[in-house]
């Protein structure tokens, strides 16, 4: 096998790399993990299986790192819409925030809203029937059926 | 064990639970249909609701919900040739050529016949494995669960697919090492939580499942490039006629039979499950068939159909077996539904027969109750509930991400379990991208707890000496499992090197 750095840097080998460092700094961490006078006799520590674990994580990687196989090259991965799912993410993001400032109708509604447009739908009757009167129907389940309190957002409590 | 079969009989025959079967089964159906969504996610997307049911409610919800993700994945394979989960996929190999056929009707006819052949009989296997197996557990020691959950966990690696075998190992060290954040339960020493106290107490199951399947899966649907449904739309409005002829019935109920045993045992394997014996038993098929019916195969054969169907749905059953008895998921879906368990505060396994035995039987009986529901309510609404998959992606996708961020939000209250998921989800959706499985992620979690327990008590037994591995016949048995189950492999692949090297020299020379 040839080696350049298309292979060298192959998806499975930049995986196998990542976990490596990740075990290794997993392992760091397990010895910052507080002993108590006498664990150095005890059978069984805190530390017992996360080191197994950290020996165990560190030769699979390896094992990754030596044996994987350069990938053919394929378009799909340039078929992907990153930009959409970043957006998507994004929107994931504010509506976390969103619970906790505007509460769970309007965050829910307004994500759910941006949701559909940002994949493309335009329909009015969608866009907002599926949004709003779904999202009040499911609040109004949540707290009057099944008794569920929802704090409202901080914004309108300060209010 | 009649009174265990009673008691779980009038719990699954109260309304309640007949009402949760039945619901189960269509949302299942329906979650399992959607491309990409396999029942891992649907009993994902179901726990939150099930939190505040009783723990048999809970399980004979999901049970249901499991049943019906299969069935709606096989239909989705048969319509649209986009398999809702990898165990029905080579139900498309053949169920689909026939739908193109215009026998879409007849597909569907056999598949809920296959599964309900399959369902019947597992479950009466069921019905005595499970029981015989729990009472051989009650004698296990802490040593003997130990060995059994490296076997589980090899087993999973194992069966993970060709040239993913290291990536699960991977996987599952992951999954261990994210079940020892928090405080360490034997000393009480917090580890990995880097001060948070947010995450004292561990990552919560539900977060970690929602975040890798629901999620992730959903936010893979919207990376890949939505498909054309036209041919989708053709299949949908014409299935066609629903009938099987006596003579089908007589040349298929042999394969169905076959393939329904083989599926159970296969199932009952930790780590096989119902994907690898739809995959065996449409080999099987395949092989055994007459020289003219094995030509059809792949072209619309009903044996094709018929025999993945049965195993598939027959493996589900059997993958309760180690489960109910020993506490030992198979499978990433009996491992969300041993997490689920857990939180409810029931513990799988062999005292789970004796302490609970309302939920054991009641969760075996409900699964044929759910072959039933499937049979004669899900098949004659196939042509209404496939109507389903033309709702566009623009609107179900947000659903299903609302769906998954509200379930774990509703269970903590805390926006940062929703940005904890968030980043759960983002880090899944680059480890499916790099072909990593994340099922064994899910069963490594799940069981870490338990396998350091159970480690711990071993090595406080044995004064710290690995000797217990092989001290105990059974121990002995189990740890030499799990190294068969490690090294084979390897060796394979060993093997087809050495075999394949004098051809390719010759081709060389």
């Given amino acids: 096998m040839k080696l350049n750095s298309a292979s060298l840097l192959c998806r499975d080998r930049v995986g196998g790399l990542i976990f490596l460092i990740f075990c290794l700094t997993y392992g760091y961490q397990t010895s910052l993990i507080p002993s108590y006078p006498g664990d150095a006799f005890a059978p069984f520590t805190a530390r017992t299986l996360p080191w197994m674990l950290t020996s165990a994580g560190v030769l699979f990687s390896l094992l990754l790192i030596v044996m994987a196989q350069p990938e053919e090259k394929s378009d799909a991965t340039l078929d992907f819409d990153w930009r959409l799912l970043i957006t998507f993410i994004l929107l994931m993001t504010a509506y976390g925030f969103g619970l906790t400032w505007v509460g769970f109708i309007l965050a829910t509604s307004l994500f759910l809203l941006a949701g559909f447009w940002v994949l493309g739908e335009r329909r009015k009757s969608v866009l907002f029937g599926a949004s709003f009167p779904f999202v009040t129907a499911f609040w109004l389940l949540l707290t009057k059926g099944l008794d569920i309190y929802l704090e409202p957002g901080y914004l309108f409590l300060s209010l | ?509």
């Fill in chain 2, 1 to 509: 064990m009649i009174d265990g079969i009673l008691a779980g009989l009038y719990t699954v025959m109260l309304p309640t639970n007949l009402m949760m079967v039945v619901i189960g089964c269509f949302v299942g159906t329906f979650i399992g249909m959607l491309p990409g969504l396999g029942p891992i996610s649907a009993i994902a997307l179901m726990i939150p609701i099930t939190y505040g049911l009783e723990p048999s409610s809970g399980m004979i919800l999901m049970a249901g919900v499991y049943y019906g993700a299969v069935f709606g994945g096989s239909t989705s394979s048969i319509l649209i040739n986009a398999p809702g989960c990898s165990s029905t996929v080579v139900t498309a190999f053949d169920g689909y050529p026939m739908a193109q056929k215009g026998q879409a009707g007849k597909a569907l006819a056999l598949a809920a016949y296959s599964s309900f052949t399959g369902g019947t009989l597992s479950a009466i296997m069921l019905l005595i494995a499970a029981p015989a197996l729990a009472k051989v557990s009650l004698s296990f020691q802490s040593t003997d669960y130990f060995a059994l959950m490296l076997v589980g966990l090899s087993a999973v690696a194992a069966f993970a697919g060709k040239g993913q075998v290291l990536k699960a190992w991977m996987m599952t060290i992951l999954g261990l090492i994210l079940a020892t954040v928090g405080i360490d339960k034997g000393i009480g020493v917090p580890r990995f939580t880097f001060g948070l106290t947010d995450l004292l107490d561990g990552f919560s199951f539900l977060l970690l499942a929602m975040a890798t399947f629901a999620l992730g899966e959903t936010l893979m649907g919207i990376l890949k490039p939505a498909d054309t449904s036209a041919t989708e739309q053709s299949s949908i409005t014409d299935l066609g006629s629903m009938k099987v002829t006596k003579e089908e019935f007589k040349e298929l109920a042999p394969v169905s039979i076959r393939s329904s045993i083989l599926g159970f045992f296969v199932g009952v394997l930790p780590g096989a499950g119902a994907t690898i014996a739809a995959f065996l038993s449409y080999g099987l098929e395949r092989n055994i068939a007459p020289k003219d019916k094995r030509e059809e195969f792949g072209k619309g054969s009903m044996r094709g159909l018929v025999a993945p169907e049965s195993a598939n749905n027959a493996a589900s059953s059997g993958s309760f077996v180690p489960l109910l008895t020993l506490g030992i998921p198979g499978s990433g879906t009996t491992a969300i539904m041993l997490g689920a368990l857990i939180s409810y505060g029931v513990q799988p396994g062999p005292r789970l027969y004796i302490d609970n035995p309302e939920i054991f039987w009641s969760v075996i009986i409900s699964m044929y109750v759910g072959n039933i529901v499937l049979m004669v309510l899900n098949l004659p609404l196939i042509p209404y509930i496939s109507k389903l998959l033309a709702v566009p992606r623009t609107v179900l996708l947000p659903m299903i991400i609302f769906f998954s961020i509200t379930g774990v939000y509703l269970v903590s209250f805390n926006t940062m379990d929703v940005f904890i998921m968030i980043a759960v989800a983002v880090i899944a959706i680059f480890l499916r991208l790099a072909s990593f499985p994340l099922a064994p992620l899910l069963l490594g979690f799940i069981l870490g707890g338990l396998m350091e327990e159970n480690l711990r008590r071993s090595l406080m037994l044995s004064d710290g000496s690995l000797s217990f591995l092989w001290e105990r016949p059974i121990t002995l048995g189990f740890s030499l499992t799990a190294v068969l189950v490690i090294v084979a492999p390897i060796l394979l692949t060993l093997f087809n090197k050495y075999r394949n090297r004098p051809l390719k020299m010759q081709e060389s020379n």
